[in-house]
C-alpha cells in the first residue's frame, strides 16, 4: 500500500505506523460508566468500506497524519494533516 504523505509524497506503507481509529470518542474522564469504559477499551469496530485512521509517517517526517482509507481496497481516499483534522472538527476527529 503506497501513503501519500504531505512533506514528502508518496511513500510505502512500511514508512509509516498505524496510530488507531479516528472515530472513537473517549468517555468522560471522570465517568463512572464501567460499560461505557469497557467499549471504549475492547469493543472495537470492524468496519468494511470508508473508514478514518490516525497515522504517523515514523520513516520519515513523524507527521501525523488522518487518512480516510476504504478498508477493503486499502485505497487511501484522503490525507490530511491530523491537527487540521481536528481542528476542523471542533476538537475532534
Known amino acids: 500500500m503506497l501513503i501519500p504523505c504531505p512533506h514528502c509524497g ?3 506503507m512500511s514508512e509509516f505506523s498505524y496510530q488507531g481509529d479516528a472515530t472513537r ?3 468522560d474522564p471522570a ?6 469504559w469497557y467499549d471504549y477499551l475492547y469493543n472495537r469496530p470492524n468496519p468494511a468500506g470508508p ?19 476504504d478498508t477493503i481496497t486499502h485505497e487511501i481516499l484522503s ?4 491537527r487540521a483534522g481536528l481542528n ?3 476538537g475532534r476527529p
Open 51 to 69: 473508514h478514518r485512521e490516525y497515522w504517523q509517517h515514523t520513516g520519515g517526517c513523524r507527521t501525523h497524519l488522518l487518512l480516510t482509507r
Open 25 to 27: 470518542t473517549r468517555p
Open 10 to 12: 508518496t511513500r510505502e
Open 79 to 82: 490525507v490530511a494533516f491530523a
Open 88 to 90: 476542523a472538527a471542533g
Open 31 to 36: 465517568s463512572a460508566d464501567m460499560k461505557a
